[in-house]
């Protein structure tokens, strides 16, 4: 406790030098720590193609400085993720961290951010307490309050009035099976299971099993992007589509970055989220054209995430002429700005997204899959945050 005590006083006075570098540099960095390995590499993957494009299409600018982007690989391992951000901030003076593939890993960041007085930009991890966990924490991905509340509101409007849900068993599915399940019984449905799956072990057959027993109308599931097309492989090995369970989901397990490969189990599911591939705006039709030429492979959520994250910390440094710390955060809250998944908020507030909800339909189009979307709700605000 001492010692880590010690370790935080150190990280505050290196921070004040690393303010009085900053200023006279004509060069800013941002850290980036990503699991561009393990098993949520592909998160990583996306964030990091994400950046790359968004730096070549901005020339690597911001507030009249080069700004230079080191990404790290902390292997979604928590203890490579603090001892990385507190590389960054106290070696590498950089002006912000980001990236943040997973909650745990975001939660562990959050007190080396608030005592190195650096900003934190969360681009992927979705759980709603995380912006509480540290003053310098601003999310540009989304929560899953927003996503599952959505869905909860749609699905007794059109004929499902029990079902069964699975989640991922950690912060995201905690509060992906919570939301759901309280605006679903606020809307007169029926709960028949609660089931968990470990957020490392990928086997569903036994809680699919259990599914199949209950015979809901339909199942709601949320798993972390990476794990949707083996669920939906065994969700159709086993049957349940067969059986009339209609699945329902938040826009993680049909990711864009699975979607493709999923087959035709995954045709008609219905599920909810910010970002589509599919997203019929002009800005989105060129960011996934111009994404498409640069990486061959399709954006999805996260990649969003990464790309509106760089943004709002250049728009943030052209505020602040390339100062980072109080400065940068302050000028980062209530930023306004036209994403490739629609208009974005940053609340000033919370310092939590603002966004649109869509509810998409997968649909095959020219041969491929795409969630298209066919429902919004506007500009949603986490229901997570009680203040
Ligand atoms: C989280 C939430 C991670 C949603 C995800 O994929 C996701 C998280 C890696 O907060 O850990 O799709």
New binding site residues.
Partial sequence: MLNRRLHLMALAAATLAAGAAQAQSDTVKIGVILPMTGP?AS?GKQIDAAIKLFMAQSGGKAGGKKVEVIVKDDNGTANLTARMAQELIVNDKVVAIAGF???PLALTAAPIATQGKTPMVVM????SAITEASPYIVRTSFT?PQAAVSIAEWAPKHGIKKVATLVAD???GNDAEKFFVDRFLLNGGQVLEKLRTPLRGADFAPVLQKVRDAKPDALFVFL???QGAQFMKQFGERGLDKAGIKLIATG?VTDDDQLNDMGDVALGVVNSHHYSAAHPSAMNKKFVADFEAMNKFRPNFMAVGGYDGMRLIFKGLDATKGAGGDALLAAMKGQLFESPRGQILIDAQTRDIVQDIYIRKVEKKDGQLWNIEFDVQKAVKDPGKTK
């Fill in positions: 949520s998160t593939g997973l909650t992927a991890a979705a759980t899953l950690y912060g995201p972390p992007s990476g993680d």
